[in-house]
């Protein structure tokens, strides 16, 4: 199994531009969770999915962010238009629902620098 | 609602040192308890984890951590550290099995050749 998949790896934009996020989860799994992480906060959860559907998107910092699972395999995470303290490494999780804490997955994370 | 404490936030040994990192939590219910680390540049990795039964729960890497409910607290310990240890080190809670973690701010660690 690949795991998590994210991409890209790491991504640098200017100021007002859109980004996008990209996330493949373990072939399965119908949870998914999209993760920031910075020095200041440490690990925030942003936003979640049960089979596709956001489930509590209350860790969103604000409008400028959106999250979309179109299907069981495929997320993205946009943020239009982007701000330099939006910079930081965004991760993408997975797993199955009912089995508690099994099997919760993170993948290698996006490093997003927007200057 | 649940919260995640870790004592330090920057940690730096020698090579051998004991090691000891301390997570608090905040829940008066049933948790599941973890410690991952992130090596430099690499994703989130699970050490270990404590779910029920015996409080002092081994790791990879000789890492081990126990579990004190009346101090609510999973302390990360290992004996001898080495260089490859060098990483950050999160705490998380899943209270109750619900659907998220709540994790600590992290330790970073640093050691020293």
């Known amino acids: 199994d690949a795991g998590v998949i994210q991409s890209p790896r790491h991504e640098v934009t200017e100021m007002g531009q859109e980004v996008t996020l990209r996330c493949k989860p373990i072939?399965?799994?119908?949870?998914l969770f999209w993760y920031r992480q910075t020095m200041m906060r440490g690990l925030e959860l942003l936003i979640y999915?049960?089979?596709?559907?956001?489930?509590?998107d209350s860790g969103m910092p604000e409008d400028r962010f959106s999250a979309k699972m179109p299907n069981a395999s495929f997320s993205t995470l946009k943020i239009q238009p982007s701000e330099p303290r939006d910079s930081a490494v965004y991760f993408c999780?997975?797993?199955?629902?009912?089995?508690?804490?099994?099997?919760?997955?993170f993948g290698s994370g996006t490093r997003l620098t927007v200057v | 609602a649940q919260s995640v404490s870790q004592h330090n936030h920057h940690v730096i040994l020698s090579e051998a040192a004991s090691l000891e990192l301390g997570c608090n939590y905040s829940y008066g219910g049933t948790v599941n308890l973890f410690w991952y680390v992130q090596y430099p540049g690499q994703h989130l990795q699970l050490l270990l984890k404590y779910f029920s039964g015996d409080p002092l729960v081994k790791g990879i890497k000789g890492f081990e951590a126990e579990f004190i409910k009346s101090k609510f607290s999973f302390n990360l310990r290992k004996p001898s550290v080495q260089w490859s240890d060098t990483a950050e080190y999160f705490c998380a809670v899943n209270a109750d099995y619900g659907q998220n973690f709540v994790f600590g701010p992290g330790t970073r660690l640093s050691v020293l050749p």
């Open positions: 999780a997975s797993r199955t629902i009912g089995q508690g804490s099994y099997g919760y997955t």
């Open positions: 999915f049960n089979n596709n559907v956001p489930i509590d």
């Open positions: 072939s399965g799994h119908n949870s």
